[in-house]
T-cell receptor
Framework: GAVVSQHPSWVICKSGTSVKIECRSL??????MFWYRQFPKQSLMLMAT?????????EQGVEKDKFLINHASLTLSTLTVTSAHPEDSSFYIC???????????FGPGTRLTVL | AQSVTQLDSHVSVSEGTPVLLRCNYS??????LFWYVQHPNKGLQLLLK??????LVKGINGFEAEFKKSETSFHLTKPSAHMSDAAEYFC????????????FGSGTRLQVQP
């Protein structure tokens, strides 16, 4: 089946620094990828839709200048958390849709801890 | 617009007994519905999906779900729980074929007692 990878799987950074998270579709092309955030013991919330070759679409309440998304190729989308703060600590998960009816394939997630 | 409601935040069963995780949905479109499982510190794994074919959907690990349009429900069941089934389960809805963004339910934590 289709595989989506994320890197890194976990990262700890100091407050004020920026962190880049990569999402790759390993054996298929994805013109669209989705970024979700999951706080402890909560459900996944959609942050943004990443579109290859064009600007990302952000959900209401998500700061586009803080969460920079770049979808530079058909197999790679990156999420950069700029000037991270402790409240940005969360589990970030990406997904890519498969063929019609296949649903979506999720990456393993990246746990971000901001000190 | 679409939404999904998981009626129980926690469900506890004994090993070997049936499992029922309840889900109701709302969608303006003919929806695709999914159940995903998330084990601690692990990624999401697709259990099963409904995409307008058979209303009774069989998934992995003995799970199945029935799409009931009249009740707007998509409950997840398993005849006999196993210890390894303990995890967080998410009911998910998407418009159309599931290629668009997913809307997640709040999750149900399943505990399996020995």
């Amino acid at each position: 089946g289709a595989v989506v990878s994320q890197h890194p799987s976990w990262v700890i950074c100091k407050s004020g620094t920026s962190v880049k998270i990569e999402c790759r579709s390993l054996d298929f092309q994805a013109t669209t990828m989705f970024w979700y955030r999951q706080f402890p013991k909560q459900s996944l919330m959609l942050m943004a839709t990443s579109n290859e070759g064009s600007k990302a679409t952000y959900e209401q309440g998500v700061e586009k200048d803080k969460f920079l998304i770049n979808h530079a190729s058909l197999t790679l989308s990156t999420l950069t958390v700029t000037s991270a703060h402790p409240e940005d600590s969360s589990f970030y998960i990406c997904s890519a849709p498969g063929l019609a009816g296949d649903g979506q394939f999720f990456g393993p997630g990246t746990r971000l801890t901001v000190l | 617009a679409q939404s999904v409601t998981q009626l129980d935040s926690h469900v506890s069963v004994s090993e070997g007994t049936p499992v029922l995780l309840r889900c109701n949905y709302s969608s303006s479109y003919s929806p695709s519905l999914f159940w995903y499982v998330q084990h601690p510190n692990k990624g999401l794994q697709l259990l099963l999906k409904y995409t307008s074919a058979a209303t009774l959907v069989k998934g992995i690990n003995g799970f199945e779900a029935e799409f009931k349009k009249s009740e707007t429900s998509f409950h997840l069941t398993k005849p006999s729980a196993h210890m390894s089934d303990a995890a967080e389960y998410f009911c998910v809805v998407s418009p159309g074929t599931g290629r668009r963004a997913l809307t997640f339910g709040s999750g149900t934590r399943l505990q399996v007692q020995p």
